[in-house]
């Protein structure tokens, strides 16, 4: 059994959905590239009224184009009922480290966004996937340019640099897109 981590140091991977069968199984939602890979990382954890709990797979396997898994914490269909939209979280230090040019959606979301112009256009509230290509979710602050939020593409013409150490995101994007 794992030591209950802080919340600060827990990054979200994904979420239940609905039951599958009688047994206690349920539908899981990987919000990783590779969707089976959320189940290399374990533990998992759950964010209740009462705290942090652990979320124990003790099988899981493809289910047609989904993912289905079961619980040592869900005896049965009864209690899975109860964990439709539970997000599932890990502790950051049991993913894998990435290349340098490449991050983790988590630790993008609240760094300032800065065009070419050196103007700030307010700070990542959200990353998200189309289609075609990765969006940032760019949200007014009181101190950004102006009022308007901003949903800006996430490919090497638009995002020119990134620092962590400074918490900022440099764009090609004029501040009247």
Not at 114 to 142: C, K, S, W
Not at 151 to 157: A, F, V
Request: without cysteine.
């Amino acid at each position: 059994m794992s030591t209950t981590p802080n919340a600060d140091t827990l990054m979200k991977v994904g979420q239940l959905k609905k039951p599958y069968g009688i047994k206690g199984w349920l539908w899981v939602f990987s919000d990783t590239d590779e969707r089976e890979a959320i189940f290399d990382w374990q533990p998992w954890w759950i964010k209740t009224a009462t705290g942090i709990r652990p979320l124990t797979v003790t099988n899981w396997r493809s289910q047609g184009s989904g993912l289905v898994a079961q619980f040592e914490q869900v005896p049965d269909r009864n209690v899975a009922e109860t964990m439709h939209g539970v997000a599932i979280w890990v502790a950051k230090e049991s993913l894998p480290e990435l290349p340098d040019d490449e991050y983790y959606w988590s630790d993008l979301v609240g760094l300032q966004v800065i065009n070419e112009e050196q103007a700030y256009l307010g700070d990542i509230a959200e990353m998200f996937e189309t289609g075609a290509h990765d969006i940032m979710r760019v949200a007014p602050t009181d101190d950004s340019l102006d009022s308007e939020e901003r949903l800006i593409p996430w490919h090497k013409q638009t995002v020119l640099s990134v620092d962590m150490a400074s918490k900022t995101v440099h764009v090609a994007w004029q501040s009247d897109y």
